[in-house]
């Protein structure tokens, strides 16, 4: 290495150069302090061993100057004096300098001090390049996570919308969360609901549940089932993530107007419906593994569905809140988190399950993303007058000038697997209709075709999705005429036309039952019990300009002012 | 106290046993492990022994689905043996019974 010596000495010069160069050692001198900080300056030496009493600038001062050039980098200084006495040696220790040399110099102390501080010098030169690397790579993934944040507070849509309905506490682990708690409405104006627990935490598991968040308010906007959401949901997951990476999920779908829950829980802790006084009256456990871990063949699609005869809220959280630890390494618990929720407390319940999670983790380091959410199932029913469908002017049975025309002929493998209402609606997307028209259209289109199917081909009686039960009856004979459906067409077509200087949208439903007895039906229904049943075909006549039948009911025209 | 992983192997039968936290901090031990299971030929039959396993997480699970792909390429059955009460509602929760023999 290269060595810097400074002595006012010529003889201690020559002396100790002669033999440091004999070690291989490159070797720089210095009569006195100044030369010794200029020649330090412009040499760079390894290390340097300096004479304390020295003409011009003595030791001290010059390790004290040296000391200021590069205060990063450390060069080890060794003293050489007569003086030995402890207040020498911790004036030169303060001055900057490592190490003291007591003259006259033994070479053999002088060779092994030389050694011994340069060794030390490597070390601590292989720390500050460490410190460097380490330092600019902390500095690279500040950026990213800048950008990364960025990009994620775009993607989750800030609604504030659902603020009345919605109630949700998401605490990180780190500076990202892996848990992503979201919302949006189908044309229909259904709530969809989505809590979503990627595997692990961090930015690697917010990254994992990008996917799944824009797949979720795509699809929900075509008004696409939650059934075939979930669907898509777990290939996407399956196909872009790592075998041992997963997203628990749950995904609920209310529809305020017949008062029904859809929810499809995989890998979640139990969601829970509890009524405002308290009592809970449903649990939906987890009877799925989480999206990404089943193949499309494998995979269970179906929601267990529920209708709600008094009002409440559902319940839901992801792991991290019952796994929660505090300070003293107790978990939250799922017990005392399902206790605690089957209290009275009417409308303010999330506040105090959020006010006793926060004191249970006040002072404990958090390990897992923690989510909390509460959505309001409510809303008065609307008794609405049972009437007769609204005859068509005898303008509207004209066809007019057509704009253009869509048809669509389903058989029943089609209506069993198609989910054929986002598909339709997304023709009418690409005709360019008004959204507001659009959502209405969906409605309007939804009643229709729901109603042949149930009705008119698999023979439902609407009169059971009166009360609880019996709407869990109808769902699950549903599903079972449903799987044994042969030899059925449904018939949709949809036709935009002008006459006489209205904008119109024609909306025809037809089915291959056999149809109903119209005047039959009426009569039953002018009982006040039925009037549950018949919501969705009323909201379908406030809507449209007429709702006409068929002789045989089983073919049905509305239309649609698009003015 | 830290967690342990560790393999027995038998000709045709071999065991993968863990003690402790089953949680991400164990993930390099638990592969190591399983390498040397899955490198010996003749292996069979697999069984992961949980009996001492204490807390499992979503990573664990991870390890675990990971695991049992490759024993599949490799035509080896794997177990889950020994699973403890806590442990126990964990793999119900994630449904795993659908995917592995739980005992």
Known sequence: ?563 | MASTVSNHISESKASLTINGRFDFSIHRDFRANYEQILGASGVRELDVDLKGVDYVDSSALGMLLLLREKATTKNIQMKLVGAQSAVRQVLEVANFGRLFAIS
């Open chain 1, 1 to 563: 290495m290269k060595i810097l010596l400074a002595d006012d000495t010529p003889e201690n010069l020559f002396l100790f150069s002669q033999h440091l160069k004999g070690q291989g050692h490159e070797i720089v001198t210095a009569k006195n302090g100044e030369e010794a900080v200029a020649a330090y300056r412009s040499e760079h030496p390894d290390l340097v061993i300096m004479d304390v009493m020295m003409p011009v600038m003595d030791g001290y001062e010059a390790t004290a100057d040296i000391r200021r050039i590069d205060p990063t980098h450390w060069v080890p200084i060794i003293f050489l004096s007569a003086n030995t006495d402890d207040g020498e040696r911790t004036k030169g220790l303060e001055a900057g300098g490592d190490d003291y040399l007591a003259k006259p110099v033994n070479l053999a102390i002088l060779t092994n001090k030389v050694r011994a501080l340069r060794r030390i010098a490597d070390m601590q030169d292989q720390v500050s390049h460490y410190a460097r690397e380490l330092q600019a790579n902390l500095e690279q993934n500040r950026d990213e996570q800048q950008l990364a944040r960025h990009l994620l507070n775009h993607i989750v849509r800030q609604d504030k919308a659902e603020q009345e309905l919605v109630n949700a506490w998401v605490a990180p682990a780190q500076h990202f969360t892996g848990d992503v708690a979201i919302t949006a409405r189908t044309p229909a104006n259904e709530l969809n609901v989505l809590l979503a627990d990627a595997t692990g935490h961090g930015l690697a598991a917010a990254i994992s549940v990008l996917p799944v968040i824009e797949t979720f308010y795509s699809m929900t906007e075509k008004g696409f089932s939650l059934s075939s959401i979930v669907r898509e949901l777990n290939r996407k997951v399956k196909h872009l993530l790592p075998i041992d990476r997963f997203v628990a999920t749950v995904l609920i779908s209310i529809d305020y107007t017949n008062r029904t829950v859809r929810i499809w829980n995989g890998g979640s802790p139990e969601v829970v419906f509890v009524t405002d006084g308290g009592v809970v009256q449903r649990i939906w456990k987890s009877v799925h593994p989480a999206l990404g871990i089943l193949s499309d063949a494998e995979f269970d699609s179906n929601p267990q569905v529920y209708l709600w005869d008094e009002p409440g809220e559902i319940i839901l959280c992801s792991d991290g809140l019952p796994e929660a630890e505090d300070s003293a390494g107790i978990p939250f618990s799922m017990t005392r988190f399902l206790s605690l929720l089957s209290r009275p407390y009417g409308t303010g319940r999330f506040k105090v399950l959020a006010d006793a999670l926060q004191s249970h983790i006040q002072g404990a380091q958090q390990r897992d993303d923690i989510s909390l959410l509460a959505v309001r199932c409510a809303g008065e029913l609307e008794w609405l007058q049972m009437t007769e469908a609204i005859p068509a002017s005898p303008q509207h049975n004209t066809t007019g000038h057509s704009r253009w025309r869509f048809s669509l002929s389903l058989s029943a493998e089609e209506i069993k697997h198609l989910d054929a209402l986002p598909l339709i609606m997304n023709w009418l997307d690409q005709l360019q209709i008004n959204p507001e028209h659009r959502n209405q259209a969906f409605l309007i289109l939804g009643e229709l075709f729901n109603n042949a199917l149930d009705h008119g081909l698999l023979h439902l009686d609407s009169k059971l999705k009166q009360d609880p039960d019996g709407f869990e009856q109808f769902i699950s004979m549903r599903e079972a005429r449903l799987s044994q459906l042969t030899d059925a067409t449904i018939e949709v077509d949809l036709e935009r036309f002008y006459l006489t200087g209205s904008d119109l949208l024609r909306l025809r439903v037809r089915d291959s039952g056999p149809g109903f007895d119209r005047a039959a039906m009426l009569e039953k229904r002018k009982d006040a019990a039925d009037q549950l049943s018949g919501r969705g075909i009323m909201l379908v006549k406030q809507l449209c300009l007429s709702l006409t039948y068929s002789e045989q009911g089983n073919d049905v025209t509305a239309v649609y002012s698009l003015a």
